[in-house]
């Protein structure tokens, strides 16, 4: 069987260790050289560069995240080991694991680092979709000419790199498809490297829970054991029109999904649909100063990317988290799509006014979708707000001061409530 | 209740109630119709709990008494009901039905208790006067379209009609604007409206007293309070609830400084942009005006889907200008001008212009542009 040595990258026939250096880290398929779609997803990849970057966090439990009230964004394997998940309330985290080292993300380190993996992936393929800072999928199909070495020997070679250049380790997932590449890379964590070739998928979706399909969550999940859906089998014995009716769109996909086809393309250029940010509370609160600073925070992040992205937005999303968990959102439509803190901020403030006090709130968040290019947004100005023109030269000026000398070089007074 | 009716008379009343029934409502009660019979003479009453509509018809009344009905099922029936066919209306109070006789046509309808149907309280007005309808329809005609339907500015929902000084003493106002546009249209006071409060009218309200004014030579009888308004013709009454807001300061809003006159013909300039504007993009309909000594190019350039130029001969006399324009509200406002040339009075391409028809103080049209 075609086997691959991921320590020296070569290639053999068979064998549970490398015939040339001897290592265990050897990943056998039939089809090992003939797939070409892969997921790579870095290994707890946060607080992997926490430890990387702090030598005496190697052994112990690290939590990446933000206060008591937040949530764990990654937890290092140790902590994992101790039964620490990735969105568990921090709390909750400590309980199980009070030694651990609760560390502040470092978002611009991670993105730093991103980019230099990104670099590496560059080498491999053009076809790259990156889904966050450490996970990503390629397409390497037609590179083996290029490279002189099929995609899981290149695959390989980069998850070397990035261990013996970076200091992170990641895991592959290779197969025919995106779907089935996500699921792969999961199965052998950290620093896998699992295979799912054609011959094989059929037998090993069989009695999958359907819950491992990518946006398939807990609601999705309820509303298909209604029906009797649990696993791939169960969807298996439904035809396509009957899922289509049941569950639209989502149905048919499902039909393809259980047959382990997914027909999506690698690509970076999938046009975004909306740009939002939220954020949970220290402490729950009805103070409206508090909400109206946190108000201010979340539409100038929104707006930053908007305006990082070139997009701006004509609906504009407020969502609430009440204290019992309870989820308001509210839209609205504006006339004039915007990328202005200030009009998001606006808009987003006049939805809450209309919400009203509804007791505590635990999470406030703003987005904006119904996304178009910049050059169609802000062209008009409000006849009854005069001074809306100038509060967006003071935008401008400020992102200007921003790009120039950091930014934290000017910030509003409401920033620091 | 046993009533006889003529089917047009019949006809004019209900569809003046179905139209004020919401036709998404989860309280049964207020898809009804009170129908309540009385002397020789019928009424229909519809509400929407925000307005009431109250319609009166001659009738031949059997038996008096009353019940309440589904609106739009009754208009329906009545609708389709041939021309002339004299109408007969029986509650059934053992069976809880009315039936609907015409000619060979049977209905039987399901009805409420009138019980159940709520009754709009009355109030006090602190002014009541009559009004043409005439006046008060070019009031709301020529306003209503620059009514705001953003929700988070509520009190911009509606037509603001208040008193109010102007050059030429007191006048009635009607003012409306969604901050993109501005409608300020004046009538002269009618008698006994000077100490009228300023009320916001809601937009659907604007729309069911539209109904009232076909007639130029009826006098409406118009009650305001600071929380309703009314408006009557003999036959019909319309209460409607008043937004409860207030109404920002307009004045503002309109300019004062504005010098470079542009005087064009309504009709040809609305034309033109209408045509021009065939090729801008579905969402932001940007039209660019450029200005030059009696001159004006219309042009507009979407990438998308390509360009279009028209030239036309205007009276313009200052510097150069270039000023872009939503084209939907351009063709909007030139539509307001039926009598004499539009003039357009302009300051920079940044700030609101002003739109009139002649030297016409009476209705004045503020736009604001937009970056092309």
Same mark, same amino acid.
């Given at each position: ?24 880290? *050897? ?34 439990? &690290? ?45 611009? @380190? ?42 899981? &020997? ?40 699992? @295979?799912?070739?054609? !011959? ?45 009716? $049941? ?67 004509? @609906? ?15 839209? *609205? ?21 209309? @919400?009203? =006090? ?10 904006? #979708? =119904? ?17 809306? %023109? ?18 934290? %070089? ?8 | ?40 003479? &019928? ?16 009738? !031949? ?39 609907? +006789?015409?000619? $060979? ?69 009607? *003012?409306?604007?969604?901050?993109? $546009? ?34 130029? +030579? ?34 503002? *809003? ?80 030139? #539509? ?11 300051? #920079? ?6 739109? $009139? ?16």
């Amino acid at each position: 069987m075609p086997s691959l040595c991921r320590d020296c990258l070569i290639p053999f026939n068979a064998g549970r260790r490398c015939p040339s250096c001897g290592s265990p880290l *050897v990943v056998s398929d039939p089809e090992l050289f003939d797939l070409s779609i892969a997921h790579m997803d870095c290994d707890a990849f946060y607080a992997s560069v926490e430890k990387r970057d702090n030598p005496e966090l190697a052994d112990k439990p &690290v939590i990446i995240g933000g206060g008591k009230r937040g949530v764990v964004s990654t937890a290092c394997y140790v902590a994992r080991i101790r039964g620490v998940k990735s969105a568990m309330p921090m709390f909750k985290a400590l309980d199980l694991c009070p030694d651990a080292v609760v560390v502040k993300p470092r978002m611009s @380190v991670y993105a730093e680092v991103s980019r230099e993996i990104r670099a590496m992936m560059d080498d491999l393929t053009p076809a790259i979709e990156p889904l966050s800072l450490d996970e990503a999928f390629l397409d390497l199909s037609g590179t083996q000419k290029l490279h002189g070495a099929p995609p899981a &020997v290149m695959l390989a070679g980069l998850v070397k790199r990035m261990k013996d250049e970076l200091g992170l380790t990641g895991s592959i997932g290779l197969s025919h498809n995106k779907f089935l590449a996500k699921v792969a890379s999961d199965l052998d964590k950290p620093r896998g490297f699992s @295979v799912i070739s054609r !011959q094989e998928t059929a037998g090993f979706l069989e009695n999958k829970p359907v819950r491992l399909i990518w946006g398939i969550g807990p609601a999705a999940q309820t509303s298909l054991e209604k029906v009797g859906i649990r696993t791939f089998s169960d969807l298996l014995r439904w035809d396509q029109t009957a899922l289509s009716e $049941r569950f639209g769109s989502m149905g048919y996909r499902l039909w393809h999904l259980a047959r382990g086809q997914d027909k999506r393309r690698v690509s970076n250029n999938e046009p975004m649909k909306s740009i939002s940010n939220e954020t949970t509370f220290f402490e729950d609160t009805n103070n409206p100063d508090i909400l109206d600073g946190h108000l201010w925070r979340m539409a100038e992040k929104v707006a930053d990317r908007a305006k990082a992205k070139g997009l701006a937005g004509r @609906v504009v999303t407020l969502k609430l988290k009440r204290a019992n968990h309870a989820v308001l959102t509210r839209r *609205v439509s504006l006339r004039d799509a915007t990328q202005m803190a200030d009009t998001l901020y606006r808009t987003a403030r006049a939805l809450f006014d209309q @919400v009203g =006090d509804q007791g505590l709130y635990r999470l406030l968040g703003c987005g904006l #979708s =119904d996304l178009c290019p910049e050059d169609e947004a802000d062209k008009s100005g409000d006849l009854l707000d005069p001074n809306a %023109a100038k509060r967006s030269e003071a935008e401008r000026a400020t992102d200007a001061i921003r790009k120039r000398f950091g930014s934290d %070089a000017i910030i509003k007074g409401r920033t620091l409530r | 209740m046993k009533i006889s009716i003529e089917r047009g008379t019949l006809l004019k009343a209900v569809s003046q109630a179905q139209s004020v029934v919401e036709r998404r409502n989860t309280i049964p009660i207020l898809a009804n119709v009170l129908i309540e019979a009385e002397g020789d003479s &019928v009424q229909f009453r519809a509400t929407d709990l925000d307005i009431e509509v109250v319609d009166k018809a001659p009738a !031949q009344v059997e038996r008096a008494g009353a019940t309440t009905v589904a609106a739009t099922t009754l208009h329906e029936i009545v609708r389709k009901l041939p021309d002339g066919a004299l109408v007969t209306l029986t509650a059934d109070g053992a069976t809880g039905r009315l039936t609907v +006789e015409a000619g $060979r046509s049977n209905f039987s309808l399901a009805t409420l208790p009138r019980e159940d149907f709520p009754v709009m309280a009355s109030s006090e007005y602190q002014s009541n006067f009559t009004a043409p309808a005439g006046m008060l329809r070019r009031l709301f005609d020529k306003s209503k379209f620059a009514i705001s339907t953003e929700e988070t500015r509520y009190y911009l929902n509606g037509v603001y009609l208040h008193v109010t000084d102007a050059d030429g003493g007191k006048v009635l106002r009607a *003012v409306a604007t969604d901050g993109h $546009r501005l409608a300020r249209i004046d009538a002269e006071l009618p008698a006994g409206s000077a100490e009228m409060p300023g009320v916001i009218v809601p937009r659907k309200t604007v729309g069911e007293l539209r109904k009232l004014l076909d007639d130029d +030579e009826m006098d409406i009888a118009v009650s305001v309070s600071e929380t309703k308004v009314r408006f009557a013709t003999p036959d019909i009454t319309l209460t409607s609830k008043v937004i409860d807001g207030t109404f920002p300061d307009y004045t503002r *809003v309109i300019p004062q400084g504005n010098t470079r006159r542009l005087e064009v013909d309504a009709s040809e300039f609305a034309q033109a942009v209408d045509r021009v504007a065939t090729v801008s993009s579905e969402r932001s309909r940007a039209v660019k005006l450029q200005l030059e000594e009696d001159r004006l190019i219309l042009s507009v350039n979407a990438p998308d889907s390509g360009a279009a130029e028209e030239e036309l001969a205007v009276a313009y006399g200052d510097e150069r200008l270039e000023i872009g324009f939503n084209a939907k509200y351009l063709l909007e406002i030139a #539509s307001q001008v039926d009598r004499e040339n539009a003039v357009f009075m302009f300051n #920079s391409a940044g700030d609101p212009t002003l739109m $009139r028809e002649g030297n016409d103080q009476s209705a004045v049209y503020v736009v604001m542009p937009m970056r092309v």
